[in-house]
């Protein structure tokens, strides 16, 4: 195998070159426990075991998080606040003692039953995004299991003594943050994509980091291997003059960051004038800390549906409102655009009205179409949103939105939902905006037909992909047929874009498009200037704004148009516009 390269067929979350030793990382199991029946004097005594392993739990993480080295400020410290949230939920807490008092059982067992419910609730969802949530209940699982089986000494002992490069299958998010950091010289994982927690953590850490690289061959740790993130492709035992090529790129990784950090507070303007507003994505798990301070200028997109997952149910009209409150309070002086529930009828934690299991759910009762059917829990989260707006700048907006009826109907209920509270005396938002999102080809070929009753667009790009060209970028086996830049897409945004210019209404992508520098540079050629991404993306983007011309980035979405080039053709492109105009090395 000496000096093999292999192309991996995986996601590059971010970019560098490496060369080092492997480590390989290998997670202890969590096994299901057998269930115990408890004489019901015991019980208490399970709880009580259950309230320790939380405390402990607790106390890990919170030591954990400082001793990784990632600052609150960067928001990646805050990917520990979804454990958190788990860990302190009443609902979790509520259900894990009821199985131990019904079931009467051990400890261990209520709570990988309970755990398990929710894992398995989030892999079946549709959106990519939420199925990478279980990762993280599997990790709260794996630690309070250990906890509860006189394990503890098992948790974060992963012994890393000499710079190396994490090769492992899917590892949560706290077993990277567990290693040492200077000791971190890249990231190769088999599974995961990069909208997982552990995919934040790692692009946190400035190192070259690949997941998903399912063709991946068995290495071995101290095995030697060359980590290219620039052109997805690993050398297996490189030659002296291939790991020379990857300690200089290091150096000038590097330079890189240090650029970076100086554009933070500067205007995201092209060379030639043109100002693109930059907004990061977000979720009540993600935190807010970070949205001032990674370059952004406010929320394109709030996950909602986070709560619903969190609590394990249908969170109420006043846990809402605290939630949607301290986003705004959050962006004080930006606006912060929340999306409402975005998640499958069937899928709705604590729903058990869907009378029957949906053969194709990605085609079925979903998003606003649940929300439409379900009045009420709609009607409950607008008031809860229009609460909020009451303490800063905020504005509503609805997937999947296929129909006019729909926006018609929701517009009908906002303004009905309005008309109560100011009957009720409630303080809250007086002219709220009510955005459309363009994820379905319907909706994109009759976006002048939608704009006249819209505030704004805000195209989702990974979904609008897959509906577009039918396929499920979740799929393995189908992968590589997931083309953001396919034609078909392509006209689509522009569509969008001219229809949004047309009537005078904002249009922003808050897909994984936006996040990619040279996927930005054709959006924004396209006639996007409002882009949303996650917040460790905003900076590189920023670059690239600040230093190609509008006029250029014209020229190149022009050029895609007129011609068929594949993804590599295309990225290659986008690098040498990026490279033509790339600021001077010091």
Not at 54 to 73: D, Y
Not at 552 to 580: C, K, N, P, V, W
Request: proline share 5%; net charge negative.
């Amino acid at each position: 195998m000496a000096n093999e390269t292999v192309k991996l067929l995986g996601t590059i979350v971010a970019e560098g070159l490496v060369a080092g030793p492997v480590y390989a990382l290998h997670e202890c199991l969590v096994e299901e426990p057998v269930r115990i029946v408890v004489d019901a004097a015991k019980i208490p005594e399970q709880i009580a075991r259950f309230e320790v392993a939380l405390e402990n739990t607790r106390n890990q993480l919170k030591r954990l998080a400082v001793q990784s080295g990632i600052v609150a400020s960067n928001g990646e410290e805050d990917i520990f606040e979804a454990h958190r949230m788990v860990i302190d939920d009443k609902f979790f807490y509520d259900s894990v003692v009821a199985r131990i008092t019904s079931k009467l059982c051990n400890a261990e067992y209520a709570v990988y039953a309970v755990l398990d419910e929710f894992i398995g609730m989030l892999t079946r969802m549709g959106d990519a995004y939420i199925k990478e949530r279980a990762l993280d209940f599997q990790d709260i699982r794996r630690r309070l299991m250990f906890n509860l089986t006189g394990r503890t000494a098992e948790l974060d002992q992963l012994q890393l003594d000499t710079p190396s490069i994490i090769v492992a299958d899917e590892p949560a998010p706290s077993a990277i943050m567990s290693l040492p950091r200077e000791h971190l010289l890249g990231i190769l994982t088999r599974r995961g994509n990069g909208t997982s927690h552990t995919a934040i953590v790692a692009r946190a850490l400035g190192i070259p980091v690949i997941v998903g690289a399912r063709n991946l061959p068995p290495l071995a740790t101290g095995q030697t291997i060359l980590l290219d993130a620039y052109r997805a492709l690993a050398i297996i035992d490189p030659t002296e003059a291939d790991c020379q090529r990857a300690k200089d790129a290091s150096t000038e990784q590097v330079a890189a960051r240090t650029r970076l950090l100086a554009l933070r507070d500067k205007p995201s303007r092209t060379p030639d004038g043109i100002d693109i507003r930059l907004m990061v994505n977000t979720d009540q798990s993600i935190g807010f800390d970070n949205i001032r301070t990674c370059g952004a200028d406010g929320v394109g997109l709030y996950r909602t549906e986070y709560l619903w997952l969190s609590y394990g149910r249908e969170p109420t009209e006043e846990e809402q409102y605290t939630a949607y409150t301290q986003l705004v309070q959050a962006t004080a002086g930006s606006l912060a655009v929340l999306r409402v529930l975005d998640i499958g009828g069937d899928k709705v934690p604590g729903n058990e009205k869907t009378p029957y299991a949906e053969a194709n759910p990605f085609l079925g009762r979903r998003s606003i179409r649940y929300l439409l059917q379900e009045p009420e829990v709609f009607r409950r989260q607008l008031r809860a949103i229009l609460r909020a707006g009451a303490h800063g700048e905020l504005a509503i907006m609805l997937p999947m939105v296929t129909t006019l009826e729909e926006l018609h109907e929701s517009r009908q209920l906002l303004d009905q939902t309005l008309a109560d509270l100011e009957t009720e005396g409630i303080p809250h938002i007086k002219n709220p905006r009510l955005g459309v999102m363009i994820e379905v080809p319907s909706a994109a070929i009759c976006a002048d037909e939608f704009a006249p009753y819209a505030d704004f667009f805000s195209i989702g790009t990974n979904d609008l992909t897959q509906y577009t060209l039918a396929v499920d970028r979740g799929n393995e086996l189908i992968a590589q047929l997931y083309d953001p830049t396919h034609h078909a897409l392509l006209k689509l945004i522009l569509n969008s874009a001219q229809a949004a210019a047309r009537h005078n209404i904002p249009i922003s992508v808050c897909g994984e498009m936006a996040g990619d520098p040279i996927y930005a540079m054709l959006l924004i050629g396209l006639g996007i200037h409002h882009l949303s991404m996650s917040a460790s993306l905003v900076l590189p983007v920023k670059e690239v704004i600040t230093t190609v011309p509008h006029a250029i980035m014209q020229s190149f979405a022009q050029d895609l148009l007129a011609h068929r080039y594949t993804q590599a053709a295309i990225r290659e492109r986008g690098t040498q516009i990026i490279a033509r105009y790339a600021p001077p090395q010091v």
